[in-house]
């Protein structure tokens, strides 16, 4: 009993109590560690600056098939575009890193030169500063995204998962779709997330320190 008494007060671990683990560490005399409230992290879109355009991407996996989506606003929040991709055979690395291609590729060829890439992937960001970081299949066309961006102003930022719901729904919408989608007009599944981000309204995210 003395040993389990003070291996148990010794112990950080959060328990998660009921009324059987509370009777048992009575028995014992160990002092319970119940879990920490939440922190509440307020997340909000922001539109871009003046002349500039913002492109929010996501993506994601399934078993062994990938998608990617994205979505393309101006500085009054206006809606311009919005896509989605099956990107095949691959993980979630995979399909982040394409939905920034496509993201960038798109842009390039509609003329908007002054480009924010928003995604809720650290590794992409990391990803433009140290392209080896890459996988060598997508190597080639990463590089090729490098040089366009080059030719821009271009500015590629992280925002949590919560507030990029817009690409995050495109993104699960985009396993049924063949290839490459761009939706001129926009799409049912994201307007409630759309309208949310133009209003400023936030949305939560909840850390357990």
């Not at 590089?143 to 990029?164: D, P, R, V």
């Amino acid at each position: 009993m003395s040993n389990t008494t003070l291996s148990g007060n010794l112990s950080k671990v959060v328990v998660y109590g009921n009324v059987s683990n509370f009777m048992m560490s009575r028995k014992f005399n160990v002092k319970l560690h119940p879990p920490r409230a939440p922190h509440v992290i307020e997340v909000f879109w922001f539109p871009p600056s003046l002349n500039w355009t913002k492109c929010n991407t996501d993506g994601s996996t399934t078993g062994n098939q990938s998608s990617c989506g994205g979505i393309f606003r101006d500085c009054y929040s206006n809606f311009l575009l919005c896509f989605g991709e099956n990107t095949g055979l691959g993980n979630a690395l995979h399909a982040e890193i394409s939905g920034a291609m496509r993201a960038v590729e798109l842009a390039e060829s509609h003329g908007w030169r002054n480009l924010w890439l928003e995604v809720d992937s650290q590794f992409v960001i990391k990803a433009f500063k140290n392209p080896s970081l890459v996988p060598w299949k997508l190597r080639n066309r990463w590089m090729n995204c490098i040089m366009l961006t080059s030719k821009m102003n271009f500015l590629a930022t992280h925002i949590y998962k919560e507030g990029n719901q817009c690409a995050d729904t495109l993104t699960s919408a985009s396993f049924n779709v063949p290839n490459l989608t761009v939706w001129l007009h926009m799409p049912n599944c994201i307007r409630a997330a759309y309208c949310k981000d133009r209003l400023g309204l936030p949305n939560f995210r909840f850390v357990t320190y």
